[in-house]
């Protein structure tokens, strides 16, 4: 009976073993299932007509899915979630040209957000012809038209590699980069079968292909920095120069904040006595806004008047000696 009970123990166990292991080799399989399905999308495969996609649809490697106006859906894959938008175009590359542990999907138009479950390594991929990013579990958007293309972390953090120059760096939450696509000339926007540029990376007749960081993640390409500016920015603040820079500049900031409060707190009281002197004669209450700009403007004036006079003294003093 003992005998017995072991070898049941020990069958479990491995049974246990291989389904373990078979979900790590395979941390998703490459069908993905229409969910929440609004608006018109269809599904094609190369050579063949699209067909409309019903919710419930299971796509399958090598298939694209094209999204109309004012359409959004679901794919669903396991612990894997993309939310597309209209008018997006994404493809499932055909299995023999993906790995057992990397899950990738190729995105040629519009917007997708996605949720990819964690793991240690990095299982998932999106490629676009600009930019690939490379997750092990996170969530984040990915935005392709004309003019930009742009990654968006919301959490986690997504390693993205430029298809034209030579970079890749993380990505955290809350940040953003962008490429200037429309900056790009017509001969290097030319896409392989696969979605990506045909041919190396010279990029010697295209314009300016580099990645473009947001620190809050905002859509205002003025608001950006390049990212060797930003890698520069965090290599002078983790230097001993850097810190003892930033502890001054907090301190000035702490000193001109409060110097502002009291000029502010002046103007104002120097503004009610004025309102306060006149409501005899005329009610000025209503004009506050107005006369505290007068006050502003009349003691600019008057700091100008002293520097411009102390500077002039200055001068003459100078001379004479």
């Not at 979900?23 to 007509?49: F, I, R």
């Not at 390594?121 to 490629?127: C, G, R, T």
Request: hydrophobic share 40%.
């Amino acid at each position: 009976m003992k005998t017995l009970f072991a070898i049941c123990v020990a069958l479990f166990l491995s049974l246990g073993a291989v389904v373990q292991a078979q979900e790590t080799s395979n941390p998703a399989s490459d069908a993905w299932e229409v969910q929440k399905l609004s608006g018109v999308a269809h599904v094609s495969v190369a050579g063949t007509e699209p067909v409309a996609v019903q919710s419930g649809q299971v796509l399958l490697a090598g298939q694209t899915l094209t999204t109309g106006p004012r359409t959004r859906l679901m794919l669903s894959n396991g612990k894997q979630h993309i939310q597309v938008s209209s008018n997006t175009t994404l493809s499932l590359p055909p299995e023999a040209e993906t790995k057992p542990d990397m899950t990738v999907v190729r995105q040629t138009r519009g917007t997708i957000t996605l949720s990819i479950d964690k793991q240690q390594s990095p299982h998932f991929k999106v490629e676009t012809p600009y930019l690939v990013a490379v997750v092990k579990g996170t969530e984040f958007t990915v935005s392709l038209d004309d003019e930009w293309a742009k990654v968006r972390v919301h959490e986690g953090v997504v390693e993205v590699k430029n298809q034209v120059e030579d970079e890749a760096f993380d990505v955290k939450a809350g940040e953003a980069v962008t490429m200037n696509v429309a900056s790009l000339s017509s001969g290097m926007a030319v896409l392989s079968d696969k979605g990506l540029f045909k041919g190396g990376n010279d990029t010697s007749q295209a314009g300016s292909a580099r990645l473009t960081f947001s620190a809050r993640g905002e859509d205002s390409p003025e608001e950006m920095e390049t990212v060797r500016q930003r890698q520069d920015r965090e290599r002078w603040r983790a230097s001993p120069i850097g810190r003892v820079g930033l502890t001054i500049s907090d301190g000035l900031a702490i000193v001109v904040g409060y110097l502002g409060e009291i000029i502010n707190t002046s103007i104002g009281w120097v503004t009610g006595l004025v309102i306060a002197a006149m409501s005899p004669f005329i009610d000025l209450n209503a004009q506050f806004a107005g006369i505290n700009y007068w006050v502003r403007v009349a003691l600019v004036g008057v700091v100008a008047g002293l520097i411009l006079g102390l500077g002039s003294l200055y001068l003459v003093f100078f001379r004479r000696r």
